[in-house]
Structures are given as structure tokens and as C-alpha cells.
């Protein structure tokens, strides 16, 4: 079945530093891949999303590159902020499979 | 605007007893989903629906049963509870499939511990 790697928390970075999120998936057929984000107090809401090989999604400073080759869907962003503190779900959707969802990867950007 | 309300927010349960985790959207959405998480892993589908009067089982169905009489609400019984089932529950809804890669909308989820 489908299943996804998400690197493993937690992850600290002060503002404005890069940051990076690893994902790689198996799936069958031509997945879609997501990327869900849950604030503190807050149920999970999406973030962006890939539907297609070498499609990038992009939200709020964040991108994700859907590649194919490399089954890898990571999460950056330039320059974090002490508001992007929260919890970053990498999903993916193949064939006839329901949503499957990574651990979940908590980061915490200090002032 | 209330999107996916969930209640309760915490609980407790002793082993043996049982309880309704209710869910609530106003969004409109045919398609609802019960999902829980258990510490350092991923959410695992319980139940889904596809409209009022139709569930089907997730992955992780046994001990639990859920109904749809209508369209805004899903609520999820534990008839047994049993120490294994203590998890985080996200109760979700969407326009159509989340499988075909429509987003899908949360509620705040509901801590539950089995003692």
C-alpha cells in the first residue's frame, strides 16, 4: 500500500532561517501529494498541494516540488517566522487508496 | 464561520465504557471522515462517508461505529473502550473525495484517554 517518510522532529530554527522538511512516498499509479499544517489549538488544514509530476505548490512562502524521480515531495521556505510554528503532515493519494498521512514533523522558530 | 466543530475537546474514559465523539460541519460537505493519531504516527482513517445514510470502513474500524442520518453531522461510538483506543480523533469533511485530491477541512481534534 501507499506509504509516506516524513523526517523526524522535532525541529528548531530561529527567525528568518531556511527551512526544510523531508518527504518521500510509495504510491501507486500517478499520486497526488499534499502537505496538511495544524497550528496549536487548531484541527489540520491544507497547506499546498501536487497532483502531477515536477508541479510545485506553493502557500503562504512555502513550496513543495513533486518529483517523481526521486519519489520526494519536500517542504521549504526561505525565511520562517515565529508564526509558522506548528505541525506539517506530508499526505499522499494513490490509485484507489485512501489519504495517507506521514507522522508529522513539529517545528518551533524562536524570536 | 464554524467549519468542523468537534466536542468534546478532552476526555477520559474507564476501560468498559462508552461514549460519542460528535461531529458537526456547515460547510455543506458530502464526504466525512473520522481519522485518529496516535502519538509519533500518522492519521489513520477509521470511517468515512459519502453522504447521509452511506458509511464505509477505514482502515482502523474495529471498536468503533459511526452513523450519518444527515448531512452536517457524523458522530463516532465507542461502545467498549479498551486502553488501545487512547489517540487524538480528527473528525474532517470534504466536497468531494479527499482521494482525489480536494482539500479536506479539520476540526481541532479530540484527546482521548482510556484509564
Known amino acids: 500500500g501507499n506509504s509516506v517518510t516524513q523526517m523526524e522532529g522535532p525541529v528548531t530554527l530561529s527567525e528568518e532561517a531556511f527551512l526544510t522538511i523531508n518527504c518521500t512516498y510509495t504510491a501507486t499509479g500517478y499520486p497526488s501529494l499534499f502537505w496538511y499544517v495544524q497550528y496549536p489549538g487548531e484541527g489540520l488544514q491544507l497547506l499546498l498541494k501536487?497532483?502531477?509530476?515536477?508541479d510545485k505548490g506553493s502557500n503562504k512562502g512555502f513550496e513543495a516540488t513533486y518529483r517523481k524521480e526521486t519519489t520526494s515531495f519536500h517542504l521549504e521556505k526561505g525565511s520562517v517566522q515565529v508564526s509558522d510554528s506548528a505541525v506539517y503532515f506530508c499526505?499522499?493519494?494513490?490509485?484507489?487508496?485512501?489519504?495517507?498521512f506521514g507522522k508529522g514533523t513539529k517545528l518551533t522558530v524562536n524570536p | 464561520n464554524a467549519g468542523v466543530t468537534q466536542t468534546p475537546k478532552f476526555r477520559i474514559l474507564k476501560i468498559g465504557q462508552s461514549m460519542t465523539l460528535q461531529c458537526t460541519q456547515d460547510m455543506n460537505h458530502n464526504y466525512m471522515y473520522w481519522y485518529r493519531q496516535d502519538p509519533g504516527m500518522g492519521l489513520k482513517l477509521i470511517y468515512y462517508?459519502?453522504?447521509?445514510?452511506?458509511?464505509d470502513k477505514g482502515e482502523v474500524p474495529n471498536g468503533y461505529n459511526v452513523s450519518r442520518s444527515t448531512t452536517e453531522d457524523f458522530p463516532l461510538r465507542l461502545e467498549l473502550a479498551a486502553p488501545s483506543q487512547t489517540s487524538v480523533y480528527f473528525c474532517?469533511?470534504?466536497?468531494?473525495?479527499?482521494?482525489?485530491?480536494?482539500?479536506?477541512?479539520f476540526g481541532q481534534g479530540t484527546r482521548l484517554t482510556v484509564v
Open positions: 474532517a469533511s470534504s466536497f468531494s473525495p479527499v482521494w482525489g485530491g480536494t482539500e479536506a477541512f
Open positions: 501536487a497532483t502531477k509530476a515536477d
Open positions: 499526505a499522499v493519494q494513490g490509485g484507489s487508496e485512501k489519504l495517507v
Open positions: 462517508s459519502v453522504g447521509a445514510g452511506i458509511t
